[in-house]
Each structure stands twice: as structure tokens, then as C-alpha cells.
């Protein structure tokens, strides 16, 4: 039964993914994320000619004035680099802000029966996000330290460790929406299993470039069809 409600809701999920809506939070999401990783180099790579100063004094050179040149570029290839690496869990994170607009257009689709769900305020969505960011964080340094350890472990500690957070977020950004915060976490706590499945199921585009960007999208949309299966069960 939880096999089929899975496949079922993530199916429905894939259907959508050219829905308007959801290409505006994507993109909004991107857009946030390349400004903000942009800033951050801008920033970096000033505050490292502003420190070093126009000329500096080596021993055996005397005074150069290259030092802080070459440094800003040092800096700049290093964020360059490490944008790669964090496109995806920053880009994670703004999208989450958006999330209850991926949940409102699934409704609006599949379930145009309801009444307007309540609203999910900035704050909380900025909150949700960031909350839904250090857990990954923590998780993959944990799984991390686990695969170094016993290297035989490393994915299935990965998607387990991932499955189940990402499950436990956007079944939350779904539910809470319908539910409230309480009401959400009672019924994650009564199909944790189903939960958990799922979220291994969104878990696994992560490894996956340029798909991995979907995952949030695509495991708010497939949760808010799951929420609604589970709430029909009780």
C-alpha cells in the first residue's frame, strides 16, 4: 500500500514539473542563490586587496605590488570552485522559502475541491529553510564520518540519513499547511515508515548534477499528494 501511494504521488509529481509555478520558484530560487554567491566572491575577493594593501614587503624582493593581485585571484578561482559545491544545498534552501507555492499549485491542480490553505509566512518559510539546511549539513557530516569509518556504509548511510530528513521537511511543508506545525508532526510520527520511503525516493537525484536542483520542488509536490493519501487513512 505504501509502495503505491509513493510511486502514485511522485508520478503525479513528475507530471507537473512544467507547471509555470513551479518554474517561477525554481528560477527565483537560482536567481537568490547566483546573487548571493556572487556577492560573497565580490566581497572576498575586496576584502582581500583591502587587506593586503597595494604594496607589500617580502623578504629578499623588497616592496612588490603584485601580492594583492595575485591573492584576489587566488580567491576568486577558490569561490568559483566552491560555488560548485554549494549551488545545491544554497539553492535548496531559497527554494524552500517558496515551497508552499509548489504545494498551493499541486492543490490547485489535483485537488481543486479545497478550500485556500493557511498561510505560510516568510518567516516561517525562511526559518523551515535554514532549519531544513543545517539538518542536511549535520546528517552529511555524520554519514560522512560513518563512511570513512566503514566505507561499505557510505550510500546507504547517505540516502538513509538524507531520506529521512528530507521526508520529515517536506512532509511538514505540506501538511503544517492544512494541519499547523502540531498536527503535521502527529501524523509524520504515525507513517514515519512511509515518510522515510519517500524521502529516500527524493534522496536519490542528489548525487545526480542539475537534477539534484529539482529535489525540492519535486518532494514538496510529491509530499502534499502523500499528505493528503495519509490524512484520508487518519
Not at 536567481?31 to 607589500?56: I, R
Not at 479545497?114 to 529553510?129: K, N, Q, S, W
Not at 563512511?147 to 528530507?166: E, Q, R
Not at 501524523?187 to 524521502?199: D, E, F, K, Q, S
Request: no cysteine; net charge neutral.
Amino acid at each position: 500500500m505504501a509502495v503505491g501511494v509513493i510511486l502514485g504521488a511522485f508520478l503525479k509529481a513528475l507530471g507537473q514539473l512544467g507547471d509555470p509555478r513551479f518554474r517561477s520558484v525554481l528560477l527565483r530560487g537560482l536567481a537568490l542563490t547566483l546573487g548571493l554567491l556572487a556577492a560573497l566572491t565580490a566581497a572576498l575577493v575586496w576584502g582581500v586587496g583591502w587587506l593586503v594593501g597595494d604594496t607589500v614587503t617580502l623578504p629578499l624582493l623588497g616592496e612588490v605590488a603584485w601580492v594583492d593581485d595575485v591573492l584576489s585571484w587566488a580567491f576568486l578561482a577558490l569561490m568559483l570552485v566552491l560555488s560548485v559545491f554549494l549551488m545545491v544545498p544554497v539553492a535548496a534552501g531559497f527554494v524552500s522559502v517558496f515551497l508552499d507555492e509548489v504545494a498551493d499549485a499541486v492543490e490547485a491542480r489535483h485537488y481543486p475541491e479545497l478550500a485556500p490553505a493557511g498561510e505560510v509566512t516568510i518567516l516561517d518559510g525562511l526559518r523551515d529553510g535554514a532549519a531544513a539546511i543545517g539538518l542536511l549539513i549535520v546528517a552529511n557530516v555524520i554519514a560522512l564520518a560513518l563512511t570513512l569509518i566503514f566505507p561499505p556504509a557510505g550510500l546507504p548511510v547517505f540516502y538513509a540519513v538524507n531520506g529521512l530528513l528530507l521526508g520529515r521537511e517536506y512532509f511538514t511543508v505540506a501538511a503544517m499547511r492544512r494541519v499547523g506545525r502540531l498536527g503535521a508532526a502527529d501524523l509524520r510520527r504515525r507513517h514515519t515508515p512511509t515518510i522515510w520511503a519517500a524521502g529516500v525516493l527524493m534522496a536519490l537525484p542528489l548525487t545526480v548534477p542539475v537534477l539534484n536542483l529539482l529535489v525540492p520542488i519535486l518532494g514538496a509536490a510529491t509530499f502534499t499528494h502523500i499528505f493528503h493519501r495519509l490524512e484520508r487513512r487518519g
